[in-house]
């Protein structure tokens, strides 16, 4: 079946640090891939997308690429603040399986002034 | 437009009870999905909705059940309350266009359940 492997949390990052949460998937066909970022106490926002190999999603200063060589979607900013301490999710979604969400376990982002 | 809409925010039970959490989509919106968050397992999907057919299932219990009304408003039950099935429980709606690579998702805020 399907499945999301994300990088381990919790990470912690200074003020204008980068980040990067790996995220590999397995999946048949060809599945569109997400981030999701979820915010203390909220359901959660999508990110960004990416719907076919070498896309790139972006927002927000975030960035990931759909590379299916690897099949991998690595979530990307090159200067973090305060504001994106948050949860994020990788997630991916198939129209044969009813567009149903399988996500990844969801890394915890602290980013200290 | 508003959004996905869940009530109530936060519920305690006692073990053995029986709960009902409500959805409501956003307007125009066909489909409702519900997803069970933990600590330790993480986001699972529970079961999708869409013209008022349960349309896809997670690997839940029998215990977890749910429907959806004609006007797409949806609720989920839980049966037999155990204290695992403590967690948030998030709602999310789409649109639903067919033929379309992905269809986006619309999370509600949750509905925190705690089973004492």
């Known amino acids: 079946g399907d499945s999301v492997t994300q990088m381990e949390g919790p990470v912690t990052l200074s003020e204008e640090a980068f980040l990067t949460i790996n995220c590999t998937y397995t999946?048949?066909?060809?599945?569109?891939l997400f981030w999701y970022v979820q915010y203390p106490g909220e359901g959660l926002q999508l990110l960004l997308k990416a719907t076919k190999a070498d896309d790139k999603g972006s927002n927000k200063g975030f960035e990931a690429t759909y590379r299916k060589e690897t099949t991998s979607f690595h979530l990307e900013k090159g200067s973090v603040q305060v504001s994106d301490s948050a949860v994020y999710f990788c997630a991916l979604s198939r129209r044969s399986n009813d567009y149903k969400l399988s996500f990844g376990a969801g890394t915890t982002v602290t980013v200290r002034a | 437009k508003a959004g996905v809409t869940q009530t109530p925010r936060y519920l305690i039970k006692t073990r053995g009870q029986q709960v009902t959490l409500s959805c409501s989509p956003i307007?125009?919106?066909?489909?409702v999905s519900w997803y069970q968050q933990t600590p330790g397992q993480g986001l699972q999907f529970l079961f999708e909705?869409?013209?008022?057919?349960?349309?896809n299932k997670g690997n839940f219990p029998g215990r977890f059940s749910g429907r959806q009304f004609s006007n797409s408003r949806s609720e989920m039950n839980v049966s037999t309350l155990e204290l695992g099935d403590s967690a948030l429980y998030l709602c999310?709606?789409?649109?639903?266009?067919?033929?379309?690579?992905?269809?986006?998702?619309?999370f509600g805020p949750g509905t925190r359940l705690t089973v004492l």
């Open positions: 307007s125009g919106h066909r489909s």
């Open positions: 999946a048949t066909g060809y599945p569109s």
């Open positions: 909705y869409f013209s008022e057919t349960q349309r």
């Open positions: 999310a709606s789409s649109l639903e266009v067919t033929l379309r690579a992905y269809n986006e998702q619309f």
